[in-house]
């Protein structure tokens, strides 16, 4: 069993001096954590794996594709592999566990 705690996950990510931190590498599936700050430019370009989003804490709105919405605690958002896709509009500091499929490379 591998267990975490999102405060000792956040604590590391902001150690290292990253915006993620991944946490979990398995066969077919990797689990991160991702932090944009308020303000902050979402820099991602598309995957090459499928991703599933949930939003740990913060408010933002998300593109996928051609597709805009506004999420929040406890949103999720799946995006396929390779489809184009940012944060921006954060106006609180975005906390969000990423789960890729497969792993990310």
């Known amino acids: 069993m591998k267990a975490f705690r999102l405060d000792e996950l956040e604590?590391?990510?902001a150690a290292n001096d990253g915006a993620y931190l991944q946490f979990v590498k398995e066969r077919n599936m990797?689990?991160?954590?991702y932090a944009l700050?308020?303000?902050d430019l979402d820099p991602q370009q598309p995957h090459k794996e499928?991703?599933?989003y949930f939003i740990v804490s913060g408010r933002a709105s998300i593109t996928v594709g051609v597709e805009t919405t506004q999420v929040g605690r406890g949103s999720v958002v799946?995006?396929?592999a390779g489809v184009a896709h940012k944060f921006h509009h954060i106006?609180?500091?975005?906390?969000v566990m990423v789960v890729f499929s497969?792993?990310?490379s």
């Open 11 to 13: 604590a590391e990510r």
């Open 78 to 80: 799946y995006v396929p």
């Open 102 to 104: 497969p792993p990310e």
């Open 30 to 33: 990797s689990v991160g954590l």
């Open 91 to 95: 106006t609180e500091d975005l906390r």
């Open 50 to 52: 499928d991703e599933v």
């Open 37 to 39: 700050d308020a303000g």
